[in-house]
Every structure is written in C-alpha cells, then in structure tokens.
C-alpha cells in the first residue's frame, strides 16, 4: 500500500497510488452522488443545528471567547482533516460559522451531512 498524497491534481481529495498515471481518489470509496430533497431534508432532522442555505448546510457556533472558538476550530479541523472533506470556514471573535457543500459533486452529498454529525457531536 501507497501511502496517501497531499495533493493531486487528476482529481479532488487526497489521492492514492504510485505515479499520477495510477490514481485512486479516496472520495471513490464513499457515494458522490447528490442528495435528493427529500434526502436532505431527511438528513437535515440529524443535525439540528445545521440549516440549509442553497446547495450548503450552515452552523453558527457560539463560543467563550476567541480562544475558545480558535479551540473548537482546531477540534473542527482535525476531522475534517480525517474525513477529507473540508467546510468553508468564517470567524468573528467568538463566533463559528461553518459551511457544507461537496463543490466537486455540485451540491449536497452524504459527506457533508456526515461530516456534520461528526462536528455536532463536538458541542
């Protein structure tokens, strides 16, 4: 086995394999295939805090303080970075704003609404 490459330029996603002629995309290994609406709404009832927003899902998290938001986005961060999947990001002083969409499928797919149960879970 390969270990797994930062980039890759064939695809979007962190990328497996040994020359850019024999690429695997890890987002292979999990459907890409845009929701329904009544799969998002369906998902929508497991993250309670989330709301959609067009073809993205949205939280605003209320922290102490900087720090404290600065923390949780480290917390933020560290599973995104494992689930390769990233949300966009806003920080006003205390206050998180996180947004989910899988720009390379176009609109909302079953990584977001994962992904977002995960950073639920955080709170």
């Given at each position: 086995?390969?270990?797994?490459?930062?980039?890759?330029?064939?695809?979007?996603?962190?990328?497996?394999?040994?020359?850019?002629?024999?690429?695997?995309?890890?987002?292979?290994?999990?459907?890409?295939?845009?929701?329904t609406?009544?799969q998002?709404?369906?998902?929508?009832?497991?993250?309670?805090?989330?709301?959609?927003?067009?073809?993205?899902?949205?939280?605003?998290?209320?922290?102490?303080?900087?720090?404290?938001?600065?923390?949780?986005?480290?917390?933020?961060?560290?599973?995104?970075?494992?689930?390769?999947?990233?949300?966009?990001?806003?920080?006003?002083?205390?206050?998180?704003?996180?947004?989910?969409?899988?720009?390379?499928?176009?609109?909302l797919?079953?990584?977001?609404?994962?992904?977002?149960?995960?950073?639920?879970?955080?709170?």
């Open positions: 086995m390969v270990a797994p490459r930062r980039s890759c330029t064939a695809c979007s996603g962190v990328c497996l394999g040994r020359s850019a002629d024999e690429v695997t995309c890890e987002w292979y290994a999990v459907s890409m295939s845009l929701l609406e009544t998002i709404s369906d998902e929508l009832g497991t993250v309670p805090r989330w709301t959609r927003d067009g073809d993205s899902i949205v939280t605003v998290t209320e922290r102490a303080d900087f720090r404290d938001a600065l923390l949780y986005l480290g917390a933020v961060a560290y599973l995104a970075e494992t689930a390769g999947h990233h949300p966009d990001i806003t920080i006003n002083w205390n206050k998180v704003t996180l947004t989910l969409s899988t720009h390379s499928a176009g609109g797919t079953e990584n977001d609404f994962a992904l977002a149960r995960q950073i639920s879970a955080l709170s």
